[in-house]
Every structure is written in structure tokens, then in C-alpha cells.
């Protein structure tokens, strides 16, 4: 695959990634709404900081193969 094929593929996939883990949290907001509002933050700054981890594995293939 072509580094544009590559980067490409991993523009939808990042999308895709964020509007999971979005629809994720939305059906946990149940869940965590008796919690004290700390925990609900403390919830929700972990929930939104998760996206990041396959962020760079997937970053790196997008630019596997282009010159330097």
C-alpha cells in the first residue's frame, strides 16, 4: 500500500476509533451519574485521554515507507 493509501485508511480509522469510543462513554454516562462528581471527572479525563493510546502504533504505520 502507498504512503497515501496509508494515510488514507488511517484518517477514517482514527475516526472511526473516536466515534466507538464516544458511543462508549455515551452508554456509560448511566452508569456513572450516582457516582460523586469527582469520580465522574476523574471518569471522564481517563475516558477521554484513552483514544491516545492506539494513536501512535497506528500513527507510525501511516508513515511507514515515505521518504525522508
Known amino acids: ?25 455515551v452508554a456509560c454516562a448511566n452508569l456513572i451519574a450516582p457516582w460523586p462528581i469527582l469520580a465522574q471527572s476523574l471518569f471522564y479525563l481517563v475516558a477521554g485521554l484513552i483514544w491516545l493510546l492506539p494513536m501512535k502504533p497506528l500513527l507510525v504505520w501511516m508513515n511507514k515507507g515515505e521518504s525522508r
Open 1 to 25: 500500500m502507498t504512503p497515501l493509501g496509508r494515510r488514507i485508511v488511517g484518517v477514517f480509522a482514527i475516526i472511526a476509533l473516536i466515534a466507538v469510543e464516544a458511543l462508549i462513554i
